[in-house]
């Protein structure tokens, strides 16, 4: 059940065609050969956030399709799924049960009713002190028909009610479902926004370890035993990437794609050339996923001018990226993201977006590409206008017609066959080198038994040039991306 | 996933014990070793022609199994389903829905109201060009409540409604369909009356090019990312199928059945002869199948006295082969077949159904044996009286216990043994030949890898022989069939 040193698709499950069955076509037709796994965001039933507020997780959404359908995607590719670690719906039988019936419902331990923290609940000082990504505090509050007010932890959606993970009762329900999931052809569960989990009044309320510890081994170990694994979402400073790292668990390189940013607009190697020779080696890299661009990713990485400065330029040379668009205009979730797709952010410069993929790819970590990043899709502010929604602006649902015209644009194609190449290469088995090189160029390499692939970008042209051993000859070839 | 060059059958989903579950027992237990493929005629919910008016391919019709049942026999077998291309069931939601809304159902443009073309519709005339091979107009009269009158395309049974394919829904909702088929154990999908896809008024609304080759390739489309081919269902002048080998598709050998009938009849090679050094490689020969003996494919290769000839001497010298049988008095859907089992058209002489197998197995092709044929089946006549169904004359049901019996009679044992025969030699690999011989002898040959097969026909004693090599000690066996 190891994972394939392959890229990887991330898309949700009606983004490709509009339904799971369309999606299973799409990767079969034009990345059979390019792509070794596919991280399908939330097909369960959900009264929220596109999926992210799950109310069971035994069935698939019937407009997406089936179990079935989603197990002859497993069946292809390496499948990760998604585990709401933080919260279930508020529609969920559960929580409707604890609406009603208050203390008697037998799921009222799985939920944060302020009650638990004794008779005066929580302070507002205490409460201030939580780290929130939403200008609300983190609570829910029912009001019941004998007019008793109660309010219960919430800290991201009103249809995301949070689990109380200290509740035996929810480690008990959680581990029937994180079974089910791992009995699926799924190789991987991600956990989403699992660094809200821990809960501790007087604290952020945020990776309190060791408490975080524990909890993931418990996950992990639900898993483990039908050889699937898990991978944490946290979206914050690289340091706790290191940790997740150093603990032996997977984990994310969100830094990458400011840095990337950095790099080409400012045409140097510093900034990710020091991360690159720290960076944890079992990760994940990514330069856009269905969130914005991370900025709290990068800190401590870029120092703050040079944060300011590759957003002002993002925006002022980015395609239709305007800084409204991540304000709490357009319901923006997430203050430290920006929202745009990384084909605008780069102004839809073709070499830019091959050089930035390229430097993905040879980037230690198995590379996930977001299907609106496959098909170099640009800002879609129709839809966004539409929904308001500032994150809809890198969300745009293709049908198959549209996908069949945009695998046919060079810059597609480009990129096609540079993941098949990273797909299939046996120099990426190997030992990862940096090249000495100045500060405008960028040289990276990757040996494994006498085969080579070595990357060179000229970040002032954006030129990337390819030297690699030919599979059946082992003769060098040079390629240009 | 390619396809074995071994021998197919042809079978409903309940002619071979009731079931799908007794047709795998069937198919395992008399011809593991000499069967590679089987065609499962349409197993879907259907409202007329034994299967061929589905309303969805969702799932099987529970009185033959399940789709579980289809895949264990797609395990075993190399498996061809149907898609029936030209028409969707009356019944189905689609045209229920239609039915009901009119032009406001969802689902109005999958269908073909005349009121598309014009305010006018069709004129008699133009119906009058359209090739159908039942003496109707093609449409469906449907009154609505309102009084209000529509005309919609219905080229064959008024429970088969006509697809309209230049509507990107029929587009989008039929490749949902074809996804979900080519994703199940089936290797090939049969595209069922395919030829009459095309329209345009004015026109014999058949086979028209160039669209009839854009639809093609977008069906193949569909399924080729799953390894799955098609297989175009087209009756007509053997230049259709020669067409489409042209451009690179599978294609049927319908021309066959009526060659063989002649030159065993007139002891000639000749016509025969001339169409095997011709005929398309990539193809799939038949003797029989679930429709009647074709004569219109047969146009072209054999002249208009030939054909007639062949067709007396089939009712005077057949078993219980009667003209009234292929007429309007038993519901013919096709005045251009013969309604009768291979066997009784051959007098139910077992030399002469052996040559014919035999000549079929060597020509070039993959060479299917309808299930009737493969028990050399006589007519049916009682089933026939029944039923008033001229074609069911060559559809009799199997119980198991019918089957045993069949399979003990020397003239299914001796096809059973060619039939192993040409599943495993090696010879069928390589090259076809034809030998130099006397107009009423016939002699064909494979070879491949220093393997041979001869098989030499006496057209008037219908003797036929095999000379081989043998697989193990290589050396010469002569085997008269």
Same mark, same amino acid.
């Given at each position: ?89 508020? =529609? ?107 809960? &501790? ?40 990437? =290191? ?68 957003? @002002? ?64 899709? &640009? ?5 966004? &206008? ?14 198959? @017609? ?33 090249? @000495?090189?100045? &500060? ?35 003769? @060098? ?5």
């Amino acid at each position: 059940m190891t994972l394939q040193n392959k890229v990887q698709i991330i898309t949700y499950p009606d983004s490709m065609g509009g339904n799971l069955l369309t999606l299973h076509y799409c990767l079969r037709k034009f990345l059979m050969n390019a792509v070794g796994g596919v991280h399908i965001l939330p097909f369960f039933p959900s009264s929220a956030d596109r999926g992210f507020a799950p109310s069971t997780y035994d069935e698939v959404d019937p407009q997406f399709g089936t179990w079935d359908d989603v197990e002859k995607i497993g069946a292809d590719f390496d499948l990760t799924v998604d585990f709401m670690v933080n919260h279930i719906s508020r =529609q969920s039988v559960f929580f409707q049960d604890y609406l009603e019936k208050g203390a008697d419902s037998a799921y009222a331990d799985m939920f944060l009713s302020f009650s638990k923290f004794g008779p005066d609940g929580i302070s507002d000082d205490d409460l201030a002190k939580v780290y929130t990504r939403k200008p609300r505090p983190p609570y829910l509050e029912i009001q019941r028909p004998d007019g008793s007010i109660e309010r219960v932890w919430c800290t991201f959606d009103y249809e995301q009610i949070d689990l109380d993970w200290s509740s035996p009762l929810t480690r008990s329900l959680m581990r029937n479902v994180l079974i089910r999931l791992a009995r699926t052809s799924a190789k991987m569960i991600r956990l989403d926004a699992f660094a809200y989990t821990t809960v &501790e009044i007087g604290t952020n309320c945020y990776f309190l370890e060791p408490a975080v510890w524990e909890l993931l081994d418990w996950l992990k170990g639900c898993v483990a035993p039908f050889g699937v694994d898990v991978l944490p979402e946290v979206h914050e400073e690289s340091s706790y990437q =290191q940790k997740l790292s150093q603990h032996g668990f997977w984990c994310y390189d969100f830094s990458l794609p400011m840095l990337t940013l950095f790099t080409l607009f400012e045409h140097t190697n510093k900034r990710l050339l020091e991360w690159l020779r720290i960076c944890p080696r079992k990760q994940f890299t990514t330069l856009d996923t269905h969130d914005g661009i991370g900025i709290v990713d990068v800190v401590g990485l870029m120092d703050d001018d040079e944060i300011e400065r590759t957003i @002002e330029t993002l925006y002022t040379k980015g395609s239709n990226a305007k800084k409204v668009y991540s304000g709490p205009e357009y319901q923006n979730l997430d203050i430290y993201q920006i929202n745009c797709t990384y084909y605008s952010a780069l102004s839809s410069n073709d070499d830019a977006y091959i050089a930035a993929r390229a430097i993905q790819f040879f980037s230690p970590g198995i590379p996930q590409v977001y299907y609106v990043g496959l098909l170099a899709g &640009e800002n879609d502010t129709e839809l966004l &206008e539409q929904t308001r929604n500032g994150r809809d602006i890198n969300r745009h649902n293709y049908s198959v @017609e549209e996908i069949e015209e945009e695998f046919k644009r060079p810059v597609v194609q480009r990129l096609v066959k540079l993941m098949e190449f990273r797909s299939n290469h046996p120099a990426f088995q190997g030992n990862f080198t940096i090249a @000495e090189t100045p &500060e405008d160029q960028l040289g990276l390499t990757w040996e494994h038994a006498g085969h080579y692939a070595a990357l060179h970008v000229d970040l002032r042209s954006y030129r990337a040039e390819l030297r690699h051993t030919d599979l059946t000859s082992g003769e @060098e070839v040079l390629l240009v991306l």
